[in-house]
């Protein structure tokens, strides 16, 4: 049973951020410390976190329960029918996004919010090796 009435679970669900939440912003600050310069929320399919325009290479930071991560992805337990059905769409959306941007010539990376906060060189390190193999084998092959 939930604590909270309907109207306050409301309110608090429609202040989550979509944008610019706080590992989307310690991953960016990383990158930019690095050199790298990016574009944000584009308009490309799904609308990604961090666009590399000139890499054709997107970035996005899933969160653990909009997304389903497999690890931290929770089920609420009220109004199960809804949440799942509405969790499951979204799983459903990334991997229609990535495969379109994919199919596009666009390379992907999902990274979930647990990944970035657990281990950001390693999130970081994902993005450089995928840029520097672009960077030997050249921009356009």
Not at 98 to 122: P, Y
């Amino acid at each position: 049973m939930d604590v909270l009435t309907p109207s306050q679970r409301s309110l608090c669900m429609s202040r989550i951020k979509g944008r610019n939440t706080k590992p989307e912003l310690v991953l960016r600050r990383a990158l930019w410390a690095l050199g790298l310069r990016y574009r944000l929320h584009t308009k490309l399919p799904g609308r990604p976190d961090i666009t590399f325009a000139g890499r054709r290479l997107v970035v996005f930071i899933d969160g653990c329960f909009w997304h389903g991560c497999p690890k931290h992805g929770v089920q609420p337990k009220t109004n199960h029918e809804f949440w799942r059905d509405k969790l499951n769409s979204n799983i459903a959306r990334d991997r229609r996004v990535t495969a379109q941007l994919r199919a596009d010539g666009w390379k992907v990376v999902r990274v979930w919010e647990h990944e970035v906060k657990q281990d950001i060189s390693a999130v970081v390190g994902r993005i450089l090796k995928i840029i520097a193999r672009e960077d030997f084998h050249g921009r356009n092959s």
